[in-house]
């Protein structure tokens, strides 16, 4: 990216207020990246917790597979989800609050015993399944902020911010040069002048 200046003054302040701007915030910049990518940890962690977990509860509806057939699965449905937002590090993620069944009532004396624990376990399926969809769902958010974020520091620190200080040296070295003409053309003419008036007394 290619830094558009002038060879003046205005110019010259005009890139240090950028330049100072980006040098202040890149601190800033760094450290929310930082809880950034440890939060995604802390989500990606969770995640692969909800995997495991799951893993163990299906394990257990598989365990009573033969039964399943015999079960009314109108008996128990999701009603509700309640979603809440969570701010990390500016990054608005959700937060899963509860989760609403509806269950269908049935004979206790006439359905099979095991039916309250299907209830049971399915609801927990479902519950822990949905916990797992906005885990990955907030570590896809965190994720991507922290690529934007970690995009940002590269760009400060390795194009604006060197961009930057080079354009500003480019302006003084320039400032200097013009100076130093400017000093040079001042003694020629002086010299000039003496010579032309010693040349007059002669």
């Known amino acids: 990216?290619?830094?558009?200046?002038?060879?003046?003054?205005?110019?010259?302040?005009?890139?240090?207020?950028?330049?100072?701007?980006?040098?202040?915030?890149l601190p800033?910049?760094?450290?929310k990246e930082s809880a950034l990518r440890s939060e995604v940890k802390k989500a990606k962690d969770s995640a692969n917790d909800f995997v495991e977990r799951l893993g163990r509860l299906k394990a257990?509806?598989?365990?009573?597979?033969s039964l399943w057939g015999e079960?009314?699965?109108?008996?128990?449905?999701?009603?509700d989800v309640e979603l809440s937002v969570q701010k990390i590090a500016g990054v608005r993620t959700p937060v899963l609050e509860d989760v609403k069944f509806d269950e269908k009532p049935y004979d206790l004396f006439s359905s099979p015993v095991w039916f309250a624990d299907?209830?049971?376990l399915l609801k927990r399926l479902?519950?822990?399944g949905i916990e797992h969809a906005v885990y990955e769902r907030k570590m896809e958010l965190l994720d991507h902020a922290r690529r934007k974020t970690t995009q940002k520091v590269n760009l400060y620190e390795k194009v604006q911010i060197p961009g930057?200080?080079?354009?500003?040296?480019?302006?003084?070295r320039f400032m200097e040069d013009e100076e130093n003409l400017s000093k040079?053309?001042?003694?020629?003419?002086?010299t000039k002048q003496q010579q032309a008036g010693e040349g007059a007394m002669l």
Not at 10 to 16: K, Q, R, W
Not at 71 to 79: E, K, N, S
Not at 164 to 172: C, L, N, T, V
Not at 184 to 190: C, L, R, T
């Open 164 to 172: 930057y200080e080079d354009a500003i040296r480019k302006i003084k």
């Open 118 to 120: 299907g209830v049971d």
């Open 28 to 31: 800033t910049i760094k450290s």
């Open 126 to 128: 479902a519950r822990l």
């Open 60 to 65: 257990e509806y598989d365990y009573m597979v």
């Open 1 to 25: 990216m290619a830094i558009k200046f002038q060879y003046n003054k205005t110019s010259l302040g005009e890139l240090g207020k950028q330049l100072k701007m980006r040098q202040k915030a």
């Open 184 to 190: 040079s053309a001042q003694k020629i003419v002086k």
């Open 71 to 79: 079960f009314d699965c109108d008996l128990v449905r999701i009603a």
